[in-house]
């Protein structure tokens, strides 16, 4: 092999400015992994390590000798060989500012706009914006959008982030709607009084503090990089590890006699399609080419036959081309560039488009590659060359099935592409659906290409090609044959339906699902094309062809979201507050500068400690089983592990009470933890893990909520509630319908997987346990009993977490257990960091939910009478899964006073892993679920869908079921400022406007009212403790049981020790949640975190104050300081604990009564969506809130979570969906094929108002917890969807009385949209095949 012969290279690279000499460079290594482990540089995350979220970016800046131009661009670490660095200058977020040194205005802005929450995703969109910034010193928003399309934030619903880095772009963007009616840009305070005479502001942040854009800042290029690239042009080069070797060859000649003698060696290029099969310890090289210095497969060239494209180039270099090219030509000869570019614009995320390459694209053929349908159907040429000679193929649909005859040779290399013009007579169009509108996979896209005979519509040739169906991608070649000769007409598309149907078959239990609708995808296409060519030949001889009608026009394009823009709008301070007071006021994040320049410390971050071992899990592969036996004894044989951890090596308890830390005798699901192996690296405790063998013996797995209900499988006992006469209240109905909802789950997706460091200290057992948790005193008390220490022993520290969403209450612990055990046994410190896949697997989510409804009606809507039976998949152990079913039953009314009402809850055990807490806590689905009543009555009565919901509201003062009084006026104020502020009612007139016009496109509108309870029905839930100390020079130290997980509760809890003690924020220091400090802590969850956290800090400052009352009357005009270098000489004690005792509440089961929540907290919300029906896409249009968030203590914090909350809900209602196989495996363990939203799917105008003059006596300040009520308020997109689906069902004449599922994916919408094409689409019988996946809800 190559390193045999010579000495390896060194590989030289530049790292923020320093030289990086790597003399054994392994070409295996990834930068991601070389950034945080060799040069520890943490600031760069890990967030999935498949090039799917974006925590990971960087820029590369490399230089081109020849074209003399060095390029700057983003891409993700996680997928980046370190090998193919060598004379790459890389910037990570330490690079580009950090606090040591000097921020830059990318990072200040975007942390003065509120743009982090938990600041996991925030390096990474620090560096997507730095790469663009860096190319274009004024951006056009359109491009700022497009370098966020591969970025993921799972907390601030993208909307700050969007606002912050609009500052930057070129074209000044205007919201036109300000609340006040003034526009958004104009920075003035804008202290309007409403009508009671409290101030209105809007905005969060002032533009006039933002730092200038200072290009001296930056690095420049490294001058030693250029010297290296013009002398080391002709200089092969080699880098080895022990298993593989690198080889960049210098020209076209070396790298052709390479591959003749290494046939089997890959060409890396942007490795996004060869590294993603890193995981497969297997799956390696032996040797790697690297063709990026090869001058031919670099180039560009306008010839007379098309544009030539070096294969090595990128796709965004294509995008590029193709933008500047496409204006200087003559529109026919550009119809095939046209539609690259659409693809282009569409497909995975800038980092993404920058790294891969056209040659990695079209030979890795992948089944939903986006170009490959359009460059064979444009009858693309590739350029092949091997040691033998050159020759030139098609890129046709023999090429893509690998045809032997067709395909290219293991010893040749595709030098470059030739994209040919297009014609006059030919028209081509591309098509994709995505489960999201970007960065998304495509389920189903297409290539279409006609040829007429010049001047007429006879078709002279025609290629249909479809991605997202089989292996590769695939040719309708016969059908295509058999429509030579035909006409552009209606029979020919009916015809080339039913032929292609029948040509490219999908099978019923195909993998990746949605069989039925991807057979309707293949001729809604199809139909699209039609409707394009005929909209083309009219628009080339409008005297020939007739134009298309109105209806088939809406048919064309697709739908597509413009900049987003918000407003938000709440009450500001009173005048006579004092500007040093910082309550009430929208303080940045305490962490949000460090959030921006990586300086945040996750528990991934932590330093390795001395002797630290890395853990990797063993878990179960089947749903159902005994352990027959476990055997250890490979896995012990492989270099660096240490120990093997099992059940047996627990010196105490196993877990809990209701489960088990390392499944001992049994399985119960997939995914559960069975042992764990602990080696040097985690590689190798990775390795060890696969060797070890386990044999199980099969048990019946019960998986969906209908089998439990068969089985009788439940956690716990019926939970129930009954208001008035239910049997009374049906009679005297005049109508009784019945009806289902099904919901499926949904996963935390916390951009921080979770973490777990365990230190072991040398004296009497202690250990330090650092973990990213919501829960740490239930991390302290697993450990120690796991341990059989007493509590006292085990110190639990939390500076932060990357998000949790309740996610983050109950596991942690168990991760804990499992390296404290691993940690005791070795007596080494261990880290136990999560890879996106296992957290995924191993951690369930939000509870799949069934419901059924009987609801008795009069004709005016109003509801006499309900029955709800609602049931939860709990999966296999209990965790939460009690709690959420006695919170769906307490909560199901939402904003309804139902007369006569009875709910049934049940949690179904099953062997899927334990679903747990999540932002709602069961209210999300109990909302859904009667507001799909309330939907129903209205379909039942003809009424407009908001009076029926306005005849059912809560009015006055009120009883829940379960006889808690409250007032509803807030309610109402919600409800009708909200129908104010969106216009609704004008608004939903414009849509029925627009669906007469539009048949096959539609508008939906939907207002949703909202009652939420905040916090929990039990006292003792609602306890906190503080630490405050003041230290000689005035600086003071606040310490609280609750935990940062972005929801900025110590940004909060520092202004409320600044207003107590009347200092300013800068004398207070928040440092960490430690059971060391305060102890007991309940966990941070329920909206209450902050404000019972807050009582506790008030009451230590109000004591610290009291204590100083003496000093202070004695020199009233003396300074902080004074008084405490005086209280100090007094020997007053300058510290305090705070504590509070929790709100009153209470519920009583037996008695079904109780004060069961401290308050409730009401809003509304008012979205618009269009829908596509051909394809299922949705747009959201807009969205308007309104929130009674009472007296906000920092109103960018609490507008903050309730826009990342309400995305949450979108994404919930919309878009998130969990697939498990037949056997109870989940199946979607990625964010490839798990989508959260993304800064595509937030609405256009997405506006936010807090009600102004609200108080709430109960909690500080007349405050309310907002954490998780805006949530709830994305299912007013699913209604809106539901509304667009109802019209095209009412135009088509189709029952309206159907049922909706969430989510409403593009699945659910097109095939509500019934048509011609989803009835002329084959339909399988169910139960006559195998299912890829299977229903659990
Ligand atoms: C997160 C993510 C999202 C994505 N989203 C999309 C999407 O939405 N739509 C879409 O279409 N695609 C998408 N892709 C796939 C992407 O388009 C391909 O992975 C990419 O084009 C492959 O190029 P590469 O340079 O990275 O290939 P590499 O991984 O470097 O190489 C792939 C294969 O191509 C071979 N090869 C490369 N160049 C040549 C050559 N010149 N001659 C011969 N063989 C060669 C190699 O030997 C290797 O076997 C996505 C990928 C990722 C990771
Ligand atoms: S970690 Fe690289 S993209 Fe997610
Ligand atoms: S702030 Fe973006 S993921 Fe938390």
Redesign the pocket.
Known sequence: MACHDKQPDDLIFFVNGKKVIERQADPEELLLYYLRKELRLSGTKYGCG???CGACTVMLSTYDPVAKKIRHHPA?SC?LPICSLHGAAVTTVEGVGSIKKRINPIQERLAKCHGSQCGFCTPGMVMSIYALVRNHVKPSMEQIISALD?NLCRCTGYRPIIDSYASFAKEQTCCQLRGTGQCCLDQEELGCSSSAGVRIRSGLCNPAEFLPVDPTQEFIFPPELMRMAQEQQKKTLTFCSKRTTWISPSSLKELLEL?AKYPK????????????NKNDHDAYHPII?H?LRIPE?QVVSITDDGIVIG??C??AQLRDILMETIPKLPNEKTKIYQALLQ?LR????E???S??????????R?S?????PILSAGKSVLS?ASNGGKRQIFLNDQFLAGHKHAD?EPK????SVLIPYSTKDEFISAF?Q?DRQ?????VV?AGLRVLFSPGTDTIVDLSILY?GIGSTTLSARKSCEKLIGRQWDDQMLSEACKLVLEEISLPPSASGGKVEYRRTLLVSFLFRFYLEVLHGLHQMYPFRYAELSQDKMSALGMLQSGVPQGVQVYQDVDRGQSPQDPVGRPIMHQSGIKHTTGEAVYIDDIRPVDGELSLAVVTSIKAHAKIKSIDISEALQVPGVINVVTAKDVPGKNGNDEEEAFAKDKVICVGQIICAVVAETLTQAKCGAKKVKIVYEDLQPVLAIKDAIKHNSYITEERKLEKGDIEKGFKSADKIIEGELHMGGQEHFYLETNSVVVIPRMEDKEMDVYVSTQHATEVQKLVASALNLQSNKVMCHTKRVGGAFGGKITKPSFFAVIAAVAANKTGRPVRFALERDMDMLITGGRHPFFGKYKVGFMKNGRIMAADFQCYINGGCTKDESELVIEYIVLKVDNAYNIPNLRVRGHACKTNLPSNTAFRGFGFPQAGLFVETCIVAVATKTGLPHEKVREINMYKGVNRTAFEEEFDAENLWKCWKECLVKSDYHSRNAKVEEFNKKNYWKKKGIAIIPMKFSVGFNATYFHQAGALVHIYLDGSVLVTHGGIELGQGIHTKMLQIASHELKIPLSYIHFCETSSTTVPNGKYTAGSVGTEINARAVQDACQILWKRLDPIRRKNPKGKWEDWISEAHKKSISLSATGYFKGYETNMNWETKKGHAFPYFLYGAACSEVEIDCLTGAHKNIRTDIVMDASFSINPAIDIGQIEGAFIQGVGLYTLEEIYFSPEGEQLTLS??TYKIPAVCDIPEQFHVYLLPNSCNSIAIYSSKGVGEAGFFLGSSVFFAIRDAVAAVRKERGLPLDFTLNSPLTVERIRMACDDIFTKMIPKDKPGTYKPWAIDIS
């Open positions: 498949v090039g799917g993700n997928l591969g591959k060696a890959p060409l890396v290029v942007g490795n996004t399609s060869l590294g993603l080419l063709p497969m294969a090595a990128c796709l693809q569409t497909l995975a995320g980092q993404i488009r790294m891969a390459s056209l040659g990695g694209h079209i030979v890795s992948g939903a590659w986006d170009l490959n092949l290219i040749e290399v595709i030098v994709r995505a970007k960065n998304a996979f495509s896209n991605g964010p490839d």
